[in-house]
């Protein structure tokens, strides 16, 4: 369903930063590439990751917890926000945030320098593998982004021109920041085929109330997650082993000021925040992104303390920050500082250890390993279930009548 032609503009974008190099230097750059790149394929032996053809990596499989891409109703979506179907909808907060995106602000951020390749060929052994896996986590996430951000820019053209112009945008934002972490990659000689993906990845379908919640709460933790990694190696210059992180603190601020849009996109439909069921959903959204992100941060723990982290406090702080500020917006958010929390998702995290050391037990036969794995399933099911009925608090936007916030306010 999406062409082909944002990739070959994405892969523009990545020369583009270098820029032609000069005549003279042509033949000797060649020879110089040819040397870099066995280096690199030395550095990547027994890493175990597998290459389409020379210095493209192969995707990795799809699971639970993976990025995944999106699709949705466009449909549904356009009678959303269609001028003609909603002539009094509320564009004041819209408008402001469309204003903010033409001032593209990170307009001439993302130029890289001489010191990446260098710096990716000083990674090495484990730590070069986990590294490679997060930044292929990462380009895959933001290039889902832009892949639904640009169809849904088409979609809404014609009947509601302003709010297709901010997604257009938004994927404007997410192709320089995928384009950006794939040139990353292609410093470790394991660049992702964004075109093939495109054709090939499973795209999960999600209603259009479901993609605004969802792609709200993501851009807000994917700010929260950001801006934590830059102060943290401001504070720590020793640990930022690779120049890619210094690019965070604008970076984030692309993310916040989608999160703040699509933020607006539910204040103009005050019925996806003010019923009984937008509760249901407002919770469960942030119970499912907080949850994947603490078990698959977990999962990873070596990249975090790579940079001088505890993989524990620094995705508690992330989803403290992050619930502050769906609270904002988002009638009913779980009570994350309720200590039942974090202890409930530490019993998870210890469940789906038990059941990665069982996919990665090689001697184990298939169907021993199903069985072993079963009561650890239903337990982690279990734990999740629990998870439904935390504690929560009723918050809101002071700007959506009725919500918990605005009622306070009302002294
Ligand atoms: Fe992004
Ligand atoms: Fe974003």
Same mark, same amino acid.
């Given at each position: 369903m999406f062409g082909t032609k944002q990739q070959l503009r994405l892969a523009g974008k990545g020369r583009q930063a270098f820029g032609p190099a000069p005549a003279a230097c042509r033949r000797r750059s060649a020879r110089s590439v040819v040397v870099r790149a066995t280096a690199s394929s030395n550095l990547n032996e027994n890493l175990g990751f597998q290459t389409m053809r020379d210095g493209v990596k192969v995707a990795a499989a799809e699971s639970?917890? $993976?990025? &995944?891409?999106? $699709?949705?109703d466009f449909a549904e979506m356009e009678e959303l926000f269609s001028d003609q179907i909603n002539p009094n909808l509320d564009m004041a907060e819209l408008e402001s945030c469309l204003q903010e995106f033409r001032n593209d602000y990170n307009k001439t951020h993302f130029v890289r320098n001489e010191t990446f390749k260098a710096a990716a060929d000083k990674v090495t052994g484990p730590t070069r593998k986990i590294f490679i896996e997060f930044l292929e986590r990462s380009c895959t996430a933001e290039f889902s982004g832009f892949l639904l951000y640009k169809e849904l820019a088409r979609r809404l053209k014609t009947s509601s021109p302003k709010v297709a112009e901010m997604f257009l945008l938004m994927s404007r934002d997410e192709a320089r920041h995928a384009g950006f972490i794939n040139k990353a990659l292609s410093d470790f000689n394991l660049a992702l085929d964004l075109g093939f993906l495109t054709k090939n990845r499973t795209y999960t379908y999600f209603k259009p109330k479901f993609i605004i919640y969802a792609t709200f709460l993501s851009e807000k933790i994917g700010y929260w997650r950001y801006i934590s990694i830059y102060r943290h190696l401001q504070r720590n210059p020793d640990n930022q082993f690779y120049p890619l992180f210094e690019y965070f603190e604008n970076w984030c601020?692309?993310?916040?000021?989608? /999160?703040?849009?699509?933020a607006a996109c539910l204040k103009a439909r005050p019925e996806l925040l003010?019923?009984?069921?937008?509760?249901?959903? *407002?919770?469960?959204?942030?119970l499912?992104?907080?949850?994947?992100?603490?078990?698959?941060?977990? !999962?990873?723990?070596?990249?975090?303390? =790579?940079? /001088?982290?505890? $993989?524990?406090?620094?995705? %508690?702080?992330?989803?403290?920050?992050?619930?502050? =500020? $769906?609270? &904002?917006?988002?009638?009913?958010?779980?009570?994350?500082?309720?200590?039942?929390?974090?202890?409930q998702l530490n019993r998870m995290v210890d469940v789906n250890t038990k059941l990665a050391s069982l996919d990665a037990d090689t001697n184990m036969p298939a169907f021993f390993k199903t069985l072993a794995k079963l009561p650890f399933?239903? &337990?982690?099911?279990?734990?999740?279930?629990?998870?439904?009925?935390? #504690?929560? #608090? !009723?918050?809101? =936007?002071?700007?959506?009548?009725? =919500?918990?916030? *605005? %009622? &306070?306010?009302?002294?």
């Open positions: 639970l917890l $993976t990025p &995944r891409f999106y $699709t949705t601020q692309d993310e916040n000021r989608h /999160g703040d849009f699509l003010d019923t009984f069921e937008a509760k249901l959903w *407002s919770k469960f959204f942030c499912s992104v907080y949850i994947t992100m603490y078990l698959n941060d977990h !999962q990873r723990t070596k990249f975090y303390e =790579s940079l /001088g982290l505890t $993989t524990r406090q620094f995705n %508690q702080h992330v989803i403290i920050e992050t619930n502050k =500020s $769906t609270e &904002r917006l988002f009638p009913v958010v779980p009570d994350v500082e309720d200590p039942w929390f974090f202890e399933q239903e &337990r982690l099911a279990a734990y999740v279930i629990q998870m439904l009925f935390c #504690k929560d #608090k !009723q918050v809101g =936007s002071v700007d959506i009548d009725g =919500s918990a916030a *605005s %009622q &306070r306010l009302a002294f």
